[in-house]
């Protein structure tokens, strides 16, 4: 699939970074990982240490960020941060040894928000966070909005069962956005949704291409020059990418829609 090329917009600093002589500089973060794993296997056969482990080390070469170090956990409660695995992480944090926190889910952190909150204001304020399936990445706006948005809606203890998210206890969603698929629905008409790996690709792109700083017609037409189809194969128009744009990534929280400018027209 060939990836349309975004436009530069520092010229001057890319000119200075290309200068004989100059010293490139690294912005790799430093981040720590941490595994936990449910030792009453009630939905972990994804979730083990090893398939863990696995994911947060091509997440980290993926993304290319330092995995200093990888702590775990074993237990069959996880809503208690008193944790030695979790301990050692906070305090390699804390020693400057890391700059972020890695993990798989936020709920191998913990299942409760007011526990998570509890957790990033006390630990984590000056530290990344990066949960891989929570699209949550405190290093850009998008991350640090997404991550409010759970502290600010009253969620009450998350769902333990997997498959379940944040934001999704009690809901009765409707058609499952770019990016996902529906799932079985629990007795309660709560519903789980599935990754779809090529639409969760292009929702991926439209973000970077409008950090490229592309407007919301350019990205159309980028999409259309990369073979990149919409949800149900129609065409790409300025008002889809809005609705992409506006979506907290992994959520079915909605947030405004960002502001339309004349070129997005």
Same mark, same amino acid.
């Given at each position: +699939?060939?990836?349309?090329?975004?436009?530069?917009?520092?010229?001057?600093?890319?000119?200075?970074?290309?200068?004989?002589?100059?010293?490139? /500089?690294?912005?790799?973060?430093?981040?720590?990982?941490?595994? #936990? $794993?449910? $030792?009453?296997?009630?939905?972990?056969?994804?979730?083990?240490?090893?398939?863990?482990?696995? @994911?947060?080390?091509?997440?980290?070469?993926? +993304?290319?960020?330092?995995? /200093?170090?990888?702590?775990?956990? =074993?237990?069959?409660?996880?809503?208690?941060?008193?944790?030695?695995?979790?301990?050692? /992480?906070?305090?390699?944090?804390? !020693?400057?040894?890391?700059?972020?926190?890695?993990?798989?889910?936020?709920?191998? &952190?913990?299942?409760?928000? !007011?526990?998570?909150?509890?957790?990033?204001?006390? =630990?984590?304020?000056?530290? /990344?966070?990066?949960? +891989?399936?929570?699209?949550?990445? $405190?290093?850009?706006?998008?991350?640090?909005?997404?991550?409010?948005?759970?502290?600010?809606?009253?969620?009450?203890?998350?769902?333990?069962?997997?498959?379940?998210?944040?934001?999704?206890?009690?809901?009765?969603?409707?058609?499952?956005?770019?990016? #996902?698929?529906?799932?079985?629905?629990?007795? =309660?008409?709560?519903? !789980?949704?599935?990754?779809?790996?090529?639409?969760?690709?292009?929702?991926?792109?439209?973000?970077?291409?409008?950090?490229?700083?592309?407007? &919301?017609?350019?990205?159309?037409?980028?999409?259309?020059?990369?073979?990149?189809?919409?949800?149900?194969?129609?065409? #790409?128009?300025?008002?889809?990418?809005?609705?992409?744009?506006? @979506?907290?990534?992994?959520?079915?929280?909605?947030?405004?829609?960002?502001? +339309? $400018?004349?070129?997005? =027209?």
């Amino acid at each position: +699939m060939r990836r349309v090329r975004i436009p530069q917009r520092d010229a001057e600093g890319e000119r200075a970074r290309s200068a004989p002589g100059a010293k490139r /500089v690294s912005k790799r973060t430093r981040v720590i990982g941490y595994v #936990w $794993t449910c $030792t009453d296997g009630r939905g972990e056969q994804r979730l083990s240490a090893a398939a863990q482990r696995a @994911r947060l080390e091509a997440y980290a070469v993926a +993304m290319e960020l330092d995995l /200093v170090a990888i702590r775990e956990d =074993h237990g069959s409660q996880i809503d208690s941060l008193d944790r030695p695995g979790l301990r050692s /992480v906070l305090g390699h944090l804390a !020693a400057g040894g890391a700059e972020g926190l890695l993990v798989v889910r936020l709920d191998r &952190l913990t299942r409760v928000a !007011a526990e998570l909150k509890r957790l990033c204001l006390r =630990h984590l304020s000056k530290a /990344v966070l990066l949960s +891989m399936d929570d699209g949550i990445d $405190t290093r850009t706006a998008g991350g640090r909005l997404a991550l409010l948005l759970i502290f600010s809606v009253a969620l009450g203890e998350w769902d333990s069962s997997p498959g379940f998210r944040p934001g999704e206890r009690g809901i009765r969603a409707g058609a499952a956005p770019l990016g #996902w698929r529906r799932g079985r629905a629990d007795e =309660h008409a709560r519903v !789980a949704f599935v990754s779809v790996a090529e639409e969760a690709s292009t929702v991926e792109r439209i973000r970077e291409l409008r950090a490229g700083g592309l407007s &919301l017609r350019q990205i159309c037409d980028a999409l259309v020059q990369e073979g990149r189809r919409t949800k149900r194969g129609g065409r #790409w128009a300025p008002q889809t990418i809005a609705r992409v744009l506006s @979506r907290v990534p992994h959520r079915l929280v909605p947030t405004p829609s960002p502001p +339309m $400018t004349s070129s997005d =027209h």
